[in-house]
């Protein structure tokens, strides 16, 4: 009974662990798929858990930085969902391959066509970003989570270093030291001589064991046949006696 009591007691405790420790991850994030280098293009992806047990999320609005715009942003399509890009006119053009450009996205609005995020489910939303920004090492969005019932919560809270995180914070994008193309060619060399090597060593490995292998399989037909023959010749000793 007190081993049951003592059981019964630590489940609680981690229940209550793991409760309150939901909400602070519960929040819509902005995560790359591999690296978000700077000066690169990146895949990010909006994530948005449904935190309501009465309503589904039935639509999103992510807004851009305003302070470091991207030329190009591209939403790739999610079944369900209709997604709808919002232009703004720049302060300052950006130079792109070559050309001017003197407006940048400023908004990505998903619109659920049905149901929307249930309770108890998430949704991701890709987006195609680039170039991303040399200047800045983290990029800052706010988004707006509409629910069935109306209700909006505003992810729009900057997270400061040093202070506890807001209970409603913006989406934060890291990213990555520039990639140099010389250092990555020679990497890249560097790795393919390298497994061509490897390749060769596990060959020759690989022959090596199996002439190995060979010389045992010989040898131990040998030794049956002896064995065998050993066999024979003690039994008709033991007959003739």
Known sequence: MKASRIAAATVAAGSAVLALSVPAFAHVTVQPEGTAAKGGYAVVNVKVPNERDDASTTKVELSLPADHPIASVMPQPVPGWKATVTKAKLDKPLTMHGEKIDEAVSK???????????????????????????????????????????????????????????????????????????????????TGKTGKTETTAAADSGDGTDTTARVLGVAGIVIGIAGVAYGVLAGRRRTAA
């Not at 800045?136 to 069935?148: E, I, N």
């Open 108 to 190: 990505v609005t998903w619109t659920a066509d049905g149901k929307g995020i249930e309770p108890g489910f998430f949704q991701k939303f890709p987006l195609s970003l680039g170039a991303l920004p040399e200047n800045t090492d983290q990029l800052v969005f706010k988004a707006l989570q509409t629910y069935s019932n109306k209700e909006v919560v505003r992810w729009i809270e900057v997270p400061q270093e040093g202070q506890d995180e807001p209970e409603s914070p913006a989406p934060v994008l890291k990213l990555a030291a520039a990639e140099d193309e010389h250092g990555s060619a020679s990497a890249a060399n560097a």
